[in-house]
T-cell receptor, first 113, second 113 residues
Framework: DTAVSQTPKYLVTQMGNDKSIKCEQN?????MYWYKQDSKKFLKIMFS???????INETVPNRFSPKSPDKAHLNLHINSLELGDSAVYFC????????????FGPGTRLTVL | LAKTTQPISMDSYEGQEVNITCSHN???????ITWYQQFPSQGPRFIIQ???TKVTNEVASLFIPADRKSSTLSLPRVSLSDTAVYYC??????????????FGTGTLLAVQP
């Protein structure tokens, strides 16, 4: 069983479109995260949710909106996609906030044309 | 915003001990230091976490000096399969106003036969 799963694995779309990336964890963790990894492999946190409550909201354009329907899911919706949004997006989860190991999903490679 | 910096790359040979350092001058009082390993096309994977002094597990050791402004990941007797990018992860201190998670710039470790 995959601990943290993301769909889709690859996403190719046109500028201006709206898209969503789904994330699910079956570890029973309370905290979930979204990270962006750019072409230079820099990892940057975007959002963090604890028990469905937003606890980290980095300086991310408001075109990005996380949605947590329950503790096991944290989806990322992106409006009006731009070329600069092209990156690999990772979902992760942990039992506690910050002080515990995070389990990462396999990543979603988003390409905006 | 203080950066969390690492050497860009390191080379080693099989069987050697490898030490990778991370500089995090503005680490917050309550922040932990965590190290991750990332293979191509995969999400980062937890290696080790610590707060101060030394932590050891079955795969690595983590050395943290008293001022906690840096940390060193030590990999004993590396093998070819240890070739990967290694990231440190710490919080960043904005004077206690905000919790942050900052990944280091990543170190590409290349292990040769």
């Amino acid at each position: 069983d995959t601990a943290v799963s993301q769909t889709p694995k690859y996403l190719v779309t046109q500028m201006g479109n709206d898209k969503s990336i789904k994330c699910e964890q079956n570890l029973g963790h309370d905290t979930m995260y979204w990270y962006k990894q750019d072409s230079k492999k820099f990892l940057k946190i975007m959002f963090s949710y604890n028990n469905k409550e937003l606890i980290i909201n980095e300086t991310v354009p408001n075109r990005f909106s996380p949605k947590s329907p329950d503790k096991a899911h944290l989806n990322l919706h992106i409006n009006s996609l731009e070329l600069g949004d092209s990156a690999v997006y990772f979902c992760a989860s942990s039992q506690e906030v910050f002080t515990n190991e995070q389990f990462f999903g396999p990543g979603t490679r988003l390409t905006v044309l | 915003l203080a950066k969390t910096t690492q050497p860009i790359s390191m080379d080693s040979y099989e069987g050697q001990e490898v030490n990778i350092t991370c500089s995090h001058n503005n680490i917050a009082t309550n922040d932990y230091i965590t190290w991750y390993q990332q293979f191509p096309s995969q999400g980062p994977r937890f290696i080790i976490q610590g707060y101060k002094t030394k932590v050891t597990n079955e795969v690595a050791s983590l050395f943290i000096p008293a001022d906690r402004k840096s940390s060193t990941l030590s990999l004993p007797r590396v093998s070819l399969s240890d070739t990967a990018v290694y990231y440190c992860l710490v919080g960043d201190n904005y004077g206690g106003a905000t919790n942050k998670l900052i990944f280091g710039t990543g170190t590409l470790l290349a292990v040769q036969p």
